[in-house]
């Protein structure tokens, strides 16, 4: 059983930065990989980024490839997304889930409850 809780959301500007963590419960965390995803208003969730349980391999949805960053501290439980150079459509509510690599929702078994990213001016 993982627990996580995402923290970090907030709003900001066209343009800027906002980093998220993840800080999950339970000695197997280290053993999931770590997927991020969001949600928009009236939109289906969607992958945006995913890490192996080790931290090695990382993976990323087109449209945040070059913008975005996924780590993670398995020393802290903890997984971070970095986000730069944010635009309006990156507005949603952003989730952290613990499972298997993948990019679907199917793929993770353990979410958090999520922390609202508004980008605007």
């Known amino acids: 059983q993982v627990q996580l809780v995402e923290s970090g959301g907030g709003l900001v500007q066209p343009g800027g930065s906002l980093r998220l963590s993840c800080a999950g419960s339970?000695?197997?965390?280290?053993?999931?990989?770590m997927g991020w995803f969001r949600q928009a208003p009236g939109k289906e969730r969607e992958f945006v980024a995913a890490?192996?349980?080790?931290?090695?391999?990382?993976y990323y949805a087109s449209s945040v490839k070059g913008r975005f960053a996924v780590s993670r501290d398995n020393a802290k439980n903890t997984v971070y997304l970095q986000m730069n150079s944010l635009k309006p459509e990156d507005t949603a509510v952003y989730y952290c889930?613990?499972?298997?690599?993948?990019?679907?929702?199917?793929?993770?078994?353990?979410w958090g409850q999520g922390t609202q990213v508004t980008v605007s001016s």
């Open positions: 889930a613990a499972g298997r690599v993948g990019s679907r929702t199917d793929d993770y078994d353990y």
């Open positions: 339970g000695r197997t965390f280290s053993r999931y990989a």
């Open positions: 890490v192996g349980w080790s931290g090695g391999s990382t």
